[in-house]
């Protein structure tokens, strides 16, 4: 019998999030950078937490476009702290203006920040065989050098299980437990991305 990963739970939103969204490997820049936002919104707080504001999130932060976030002014950045349908930490709201404009610098550079950031798994989606829950870590070593880099380029709510969060949501790894019928799915997802 295969049943879903138990940190889903019957929420309906988690439901849904789990059964079509986490682990599918996406190279959207658009996509990384708001899992890279909601991410960091969520340190300290749970996911389902930053899910349910995930709507407002892509209303006020503009769908999460970097050219438009990183013009935020103390205004804008003000109605922000007052909204009630987003995490009020100003901490937080610096830090994805902040990240808007790392992400432009690497672009600037030259780097396509998703390719860069996929850099961290070799371009390729690891696949890990987990029995249980308890199995799965909260960073690995990817992580750790992901972060540093990062924090290097400028990057804030970076930490180490924060990235390791964003690429189990972006599918650089795949943590859904083996009985779950996601893994194999998400698996042959990551083979189709994958060059033979």
């Not at 937490?49 to 103390?74: H, Q």
């Not at 203006?97 to 371009?123: E, K, M, S, T, Y």
């Amino acid at each position: 019998m295969t049943e879903r990963c138990a940190w889903a739970g019957n929420d309906p939103l988690y439901v849904h999030y789990h059964d079509t969204e986490w682990g599918v490997p996406t190279d959207d820049a658009r996509t990384l950078f708001e899992f890279l936002v909601l991410e960091g919104a969520q340190a300290g707080l749970s996911w389902i937490t930053v899910l349910r504001k995930r709507e407002r999130y892509r209303a006020v932060f503009d769908g999460f476009d970097p050219e438009r976030i990183v013009r935020y002014d103390d205004a804008k950045k003000a109605d922000l702290l007052a909204d009630p349908g987003i995490i009020r930490n100003r901490a937080k709201i610096d830090a994805a203006i902040l990240n808007a404009r790392a992400w432009l610098d690497l672009r600037d550079a030259g780097i396509d920040p998703a390719a860069w950031l996929w850099g961290f798994v070799d371009g390729r989606p690891v696949q890990n065989a987990f029995a249980a829950l308890a199995e799965i870590p909260a960073t690995t070593p990817q992580s750790d050098v992901m972060s540093k880099a990062l924090k290097a380029r400028g990057f804030k709510f970076v930490g180490s299980t924060i990235c390791y969060a964003l690429m189990q949501a972006a599918g650089m790894t795949n943590d859904h437990v083996v009985t779950c019928p996601r893994h194999r799915e998400v698996a042959e997802l990551a083979r189709l991305r994958s060059p033979a």
